[in-house]
């Protein structure tokens, strides 16, 4: 075991989280009371529950840290959504793959905006429960899936807490953080005698990295999985964050399926929404999605999923206006990073992301993390959690201007003292 990876509290060798873990392991082990799943054990901890441990107490932090939108949902459709607060319907179960006309106006977007011509929608609560039900529902306990790193941490715990444990990550070019595809070509052709992975995924834009896949290299990925018999899941949670005139794209299959988001784009990621757009001519597909949903949420929240129907039909442009003016707090933290040198920060391109090399005498990113929290008071999020150990990630689309700027002072001055001083207590 690395236990550097794992360092989060001065003077142990263990974050608290791995510190429960081993209790719960060696009290089972005592037979003091039934054993705890193993995939949940070995399931990393959620690393924004260890940003949140770590800055509880602590006075007048800014976070950099956790994927959100400064925004509120449009407040056209949060006045639609107060007149139906007392409408019993609102308080029911829903049909388990979302609301009729909810799903009608999503089959719409899809062919509209992305090209999506064959593809039938769930509901679900969020994205990440929209990744969970499509593991349960395409793969096994066994089964080989491959990852790029840097990697959507959700994602990679989405595998470890249902048993899929054979995580193949796929390394990313150091320079464009592009999915190396020479090695997904080996890796999916089952030359290296190893099983071929069951499933590929990718986000695009990425997160962490906040890098754009173009679309000739997305259907090369989807050419390769086809040929292999291989899943290829796409989360396009940030299909509208995208800057500099870079346009997202979509592709589609019988191999291919899409996840998307209404969290970041019309702020609305405490009303937890998001959609699953699948082949349609798959058979079988539905049902087995249908059984998972069913036992999971059964519904998505219906007052959610009415406010995800009235932002829908505000159209693009209303996330268009909010999306471009995050570009300013993309430049204003660019130049808070610049103490780390030339080529240490990649991108920026799309979703709401820079991705930044740590000098390499300070590589242990979880101790940089809490360095800056407690002497400067600004929070980031660790490149480890991602499989990017030595980076951190930076938010640029939760705080407005006056904000971003004061967290940037606070991001500078501590990277300036890191690099001449180091991290002085």
Known sequence: MQLAK??????????TFRLKDWCFRRFSDMGSHPKL???????????????????????????LAQGVVYWQPPEQALDKVKEIVWDPVTSRYGVDDGLPELREALIEKLRRENKLMKSSVMVTAGANQAFVNLVLALCDSGDSVVMFAPYYFNAYMSFQMTGVTNIRVCPGDPETLQPDIDWLERTLSGKDNKPVPKLVTVVNPGNPSGIYIPEPLLQRISDLCESAGSWLVVDNTYEYFMYDGLKHSCIEGNHIINVFSFSKAYGMMGWRVGYIAYPSEVVGLAEQLLKIQDNIPICASIIGQRLALYSLQLGPEWIHERVQNLVKNREILKEAL?????????????????????????????????????????????????????????????????????????????????VSDGMVS
């Open 6 to 15: 794992f360092l989060w509290l001065p003077n142990r060798s263990y974050s």
């Open 37 to 63: 799943a193993e995939r949940a054990l070995k399931t990393e901890s959620p690393v924004m529950v260890k940003i949140q441990e770590l800055i509880r107490g602590a006075k007048d932090v800014i976070s």
């Open 338 to 418: 610049s103490p780390l040198g030339e080529g240490a920060v990649k991108g920026g391109e799309g979703a709401i992301y820079l991705w930044a090399r740590l000098p390499s005498d300070h590589s242990d990113d979880f101790k940089v993390v809490q360095w800056l929290v407690r002497r400067h008071g600004v929070v980031v999020i660790p490149g480890s959690a991602s499989g990017g150990p030595g980076y951190i990630r930076i938010s640029f689309g939760g705080l407005r201007d006056s904000d971003c700027e004061i967290a940037a002072r606070r991001l500078k001055r501590g990277l300036e003292e890191l």
